[in-house]
């Protein structure tokens, strides 16, 4: 097994779908990382930053996920970022409505002494020089780097972004960001324009048409489970993100075949993450419902052909 | 092996793409079902009318594909359908320039005598009165009856569509086509809901993003190969059909297993068809390109994972 760091906010969000809202309620990349790779059990630390505003509660539910919290500061005269969006009836778009980055203006991430040499290192959607700083701690060089970005980054910090791109195994990035990043229309040549950036690995996702991993010339598809209802998306691509780097740090194995697999499991955890408000799904997510669900994956997927 | 009747049009098409234009090309649906189908050797016949200005040649070539072309009328003093649309730069919408009716205005089809007792009827998009005018000629019921349609007959005559959709397996609509035939944004829901109309097998294609099947509560999901260009998207749907019934009375085998295979060779014939304009890709398209693309396909969504 191999230790992971995930660095990220740890946030408050208020959340508007047209099925219901929330007061501020848990959320933050680094908190859906987190949950969602703690479904492995996995030895992982979280670098983020909160306020004095944060309630233990919270504190305490990550802590009883073994997740190792010495690398959050707590900023005790300071209040904890917060982000609040409304989604539109088609739940693939949102209007964000305020951003209120509080303690996260002056982060300065600080990976804990134990974790200076884990061997996955997942870069949650941060400033990129924030990630970049994550990286520059790391004691021996990881035998995985994976970052997530955003759009707001290519707009505000592209040569930072294009900086922390360089370094790192793997990028995970939505496609219409595949698309800004790249100046490309087709996924598969955006995926190429990207590999030449840096990254061996690239997962373009696609919200609910799935996820594509490319590596040179090879691609791997991992389709959304099909559902009735998407209730929030809040944190899909974070979970997403979590369960990839949980599963590789589990098994240990980077190859592109068990990259397929950690794509599944992302895409799995993806799945039910979207089905309530915020972290309320993952914060309980019996390993039992996720095998039956991973049992969906594969008769989604798999078929037997015969060539005729 | 079972025989295959294919009901559509079979016309002019002009198209214009950001890769360029064409005059009058070969197209219509039941040309694109049938050059499809035919990849399987499968005993098969286009109903359809065409005009005097329709070109031997085209016959000839449908005809030297094994296609029983006796179904398709030839109306000597008048002008074969045409189609004329031009693609916008994303390539998943299209304006069209001009739809001339012509001949298939007082289209009566007429199933020739052999294949009246076909196994497999594959209703490409025409009128719903036409598609279940084949229905009616049929002198023992289908082991399957597969129908195309599009939004088009939704607007113009949905009732009629209705009648005809209750007397089908089988559906293929597209995602967009789905929602509004159902009203519902879900496509599961929409499944569902289609299902309740009659046809226990719904196939919605999604373009670019692959295609659902869906029987009772099982869905069978099949991606679309991530191409570096799509070059004409025309025909591609009618491609997909036509791999799918192909497939289908190859194999003598309508079960839902079997069918996730027929949906993976429509869509992996639709990727040949979007890579020139019309019907030049699949002209002429040796076994051995779609065997090494469908190894491609296997290799796009298979995964070995192991239940951590």
């Known amino acids: 097994m191999s230790k992971l760091v995930i660095v990220g906010t740890v946030a408050f969000d208020a959340i508007e779908t047209p099925f219901g809202k929330t007061d501020k309620i848990l959320g933050g990349a680094a908190t859906f990382i987190g949950l969602s790779a703690s479904q492995f059990n996995v030895d992982s630390a979280i670098v983020s930053v909160v306020g004095g505003d944060f309630p233990q509660e919270y504190l305490d539910l990550l802590s009883e996920k073994n997740i190792d919290i010495s690398g959050i500061e707590i900023i005790k005269d300071g209040k904890t970022f917060f982000w609040s969006g409304r989604y539109h009836n088609d739940m693939n778009s949102r209007d964000t409505l305020a951003t209120e980055l509080n303690v996260l203006a002056d982060f300065n991430p600080v990976v804990p002494q134990d974790y200076k040499d884990a061997e996955i290192v997942m870069l949650g959607n941060l400033h990129p020089i924030v990630q970049s700083s994550v990286l520059d701690q790391m004691t021996k060089k990881p035998k995985l780097a994976i970052l997530d970005t955003m759009n707001f980054w290519m707009d505000s910090a592209l040569e930072d972004l294009h900086n922390v791109i360089k370094r790192v195994d793997v990028i995970t990035i939505n496609d219409e960001e595949a698309r800004q990043l790249t100046g490309e229309y087709s996924l598969v040549v955006a995926a190429r324009k990207i590999?030449?950036?840096?990254?061996?690995?690239?997962?373009?996702?696609?919200?609910?048409?799935?996820?594509?991993?490319?590596?040179?010339?090879?691609?791997?598809?991992?389709?959304?489970?099909?559902?009735?209802?998407?209730?929030?998306?809040?944190g899909a691509g974070d979970t997403f993100?979590?369960?990839?780097?949980?599963?590789?740090?589990?098994?240990?194995?980077?190859?592109?075949e068990n990259m397929k697999n950690a794509v599944i499991y992302g895409s799995t955890l993806a799945s039910f993450c979207v089905e309530k408000f915020g972290t309320e799904r993952m914060k309980n997510l019996p390993k039992k419902e996720v095998h039956q669900r991973l049992q969906q994956f594969k008769d989604l997927t798999q078929f037997d052909i015969e060539l005729t």
Chains 1, 2 share one sequence.
Request: hydrophobic letters at 40%; a negative charge; proline letters at 7%.
């Open 195 to 234: 590999h030449e950036m840096g990254p061996k690995y690239v997962v373009i996702k696609k919200g609910e048409h799935g996820a594509l991993l490319f590596h040179n010339d090879s691609v791997f598809y991992a389709p959304a489970l099909p559902l009735e209802e998407v209730f929030d998306p809040t």
């Open 241 to 256: 993100a979590g369960g990839f780097a949980g599963y590789l740090a589990k098994t240990g194995d980077v190859s592109f």
